[in-house]
């Protein structure tokens, strides 16, 4: 079986409970009114900064602690590029876009997201919903998911990275980008 | 014929919940779909609650977070019904708004939110009760804090509770207010929802 046939494979359906995992994890499908909706009520509460930065921890600290749970069979023994891979393969199964490493160095690196979930849900709604344009990317929870992937490839303590969204398809940007930096 | 929820079910997995291998967007029923972590999902809400200041701004963050989800109810479910797939699935068997409500807990109870075992819809007053088991708030909360909660949590299924109301009776959004009248992360096995007409905006009724 191919990477992507093994990431599918490890989705189970309890039909007579209604739960659904990834591996031994609880997961659950929620579509994009739900997650921008979430997003703008996190904005206009706490505003940009504090938003992107609870988000992205929040995405970042739960997605590192459940890939250790199912993804160790990836990690382990394989090369930082073969794991990232395997990683972003999974997001895509999940449904987060698909994300590309453009650049990586001792410090740090480059990931593009085209697309990227959070940003073609906000193009979808923001019309419907008159939202204004933006200047500011969205892609928070990305940001935190790509964070993980990097820190358990090379080996990292969950933390070690920053990765931040410098260009993003919802503030106009022909697709998104993430810049990731090794603190 | 009634809303046959196994037929249902198994045609909506049988779609296939997971990214499209080019792009890793999963679209159905008319919208995007993503399956996240039910430790990020609550955890961000929780998240939220704790930085405006806890307990003693939680009302307000809850209502922020229920909100969301009512939007949602109605939008997400609106864009199901007006799938090509509802229209092949669904909708031929659709006779009254009991069967309207009973197609849409079908398919709520495909996403891995919980199951509504149990509804009842007024018509007469408008209102609505169902209970959910296994709801994700659960589990989740008690993984993160390690205790049971004091108080009602799962926000996402109120708003879809009085969501549900708008649609189903074609009102505005917030039309309709629900509240958590059980939950299970304060002991027992079942959270039950009750929705109903909003006296005030906002739900602050």
Redesign the interface.
Known sequence: MGTRENMIGMISINAERSVIKLGDVEIAYHCDKFNTRIFKGFEDTLGFEKARDLIFTSAHNTTYDNLVKIATGIIAGSKPADVIESLFELYKVLGYGNFMVQDAYENGGRVKGDPSYMAEGWLENQEKWHWTNRTQGVCHEEAGHIAAAWELAHNLKKGSVRVIETVCKAAGGPYCEFQIEVL | MAIDHDSI?NAF?GLG??????????RRFG???????????V???F??ID??GGEPSRRL?ER??I???Q??AN??FQ?IMDSPEWKTLIEPNIKNIQDRLSGLVAIT???????IIDWHLTEENKTLYFSV??S?YV??YKRRYGKNSAFPICY?WTGVAAGYLDLLFGTSPNTFTATESNCSAIGGDLCAFEAKLAKTKFGFN
């Open positions: 079910r997995l919940l997971v990214g499209d291998q080019q792009s890793g967007i999963l919208v995007i779909l993503a399956a996240n972590t039910s430790d990020f999902l955890g961000r809400e998240d939220l930085s405006m963050t922020v977070l909100d969301a989800a939007w949602c939008s997400t864009g109870n495909c996403l891995g939110w919980g199951k088991k296994y994700y589990d989740a996402m």
